[in-house]
C-alpha cells in the first residue's frame, strides 16, 4: 500500500473550515457541533497516524512549493479580507476565503500527485462561488460562514478519508 504525502492536510483544514463554520451558529448548538467537528479531526488524525505514520516524504523541493503555496495563500486570504472590510462587504470575507484555498489546492495536487486533492479543490471552488452568493442574497453569517464553513469541513475531511484508504478499508469490512 501507498503511504500519501502529508497524510494530515485536509483533516486538519477540515478542522479549521468546520471551526469556522460552527462559529456562525447560536452558543449551544455551534459549542456542540465544533465538539464534534474537533472530534472528527483528531479520529481522523489518529486514524491516519496509525495507517501512515508520518507519510511519504515529499519530493525534491516539495517542502519549500508547499510552504509557497500556504504563504501566498494566507496572505492573499489576509489581503482581501482587509480589502472587503474596507469596502463594507466582509460578509464576502469567508466564501471568497474558501475558493482561495480551493485555488490552492490544485498546485497541491501536483505536487502531492493526488487527483482527490484537486476534486476538493474545484468543490472548494464552487462552494465559494455559492456562497458569495448566498452573503449578497441573506442577512447574518450563517450562509456566508456556517454553511460555507461547514460543508469545506466535510469536503476535506471525506477526502482525508478516501486518499488515507479508510473509505476502502471500510468497504471491505462491510463486505468481508
Known amino acids: 500500500m501507498r503511504h500519501p504525502a502529508v497524510p494530515y492536510l485536509e483533516p486538519l483544514l477540515g478542522g479549521v473550515w468546520w471551526m469556522l463554520g460552527a462559529a456562525a451558529l447560536d452558543g449551544g448548538v455551534g459549542t456542540v457541533v465544533l465538539a464534534a467537528g474537533l472530534g472528527v479531526t483528531v ?46 462587504q466582509g460578509e464576502l470575507a469567508v466564501p471568497v476565503a474558501c475558493g482561495l484555498v480551493g485555488l490552492a489546492l490544485f498546485p497541491v495536487s501536483s505536487l502531492l500527485d493526488e487527483r482527490s486533492v484537486m476534486a476538493a479543490g474545484g468543490v472548494l471552488l464552487v462552494l465559494g462561488a455559492a456562497g458569495v452568493l448566498l452573503a449578497l442574497d441573506s442577512a447574518g453569517n450563517f450562509y456566508p ?32
Open 145 to 176: 460562514q456556517g454553511v460555507v464553513g461547514l460543508v469545506a469541513g466535510g469536503v476535506l475531511w471525506l477526502v482525508a478519508a478516501f486518499r488515507g484508504g479508510l473509505i476502502t478499508e471500510a468497504q471491505g469490512r462491510v463486505r468481508g
Open 43 to 88: 479520529g481522523l488524525i489518529l486514524a491516519l497516524r496509525k495507517r501512515h505514520g508520518a507519510g511519504s516524504p515529499l519530493p525534491r523541493g516539495g517542502k519549500r512549493r508547499m510552504t509557497q503555496i500556504v504563504v501566498v495563500t494566507v496572505a492573499l486570504i489576509i489581503a482581501v479580507g482587509i480589502g472587503l472590510g474596507y469596502l463594507q
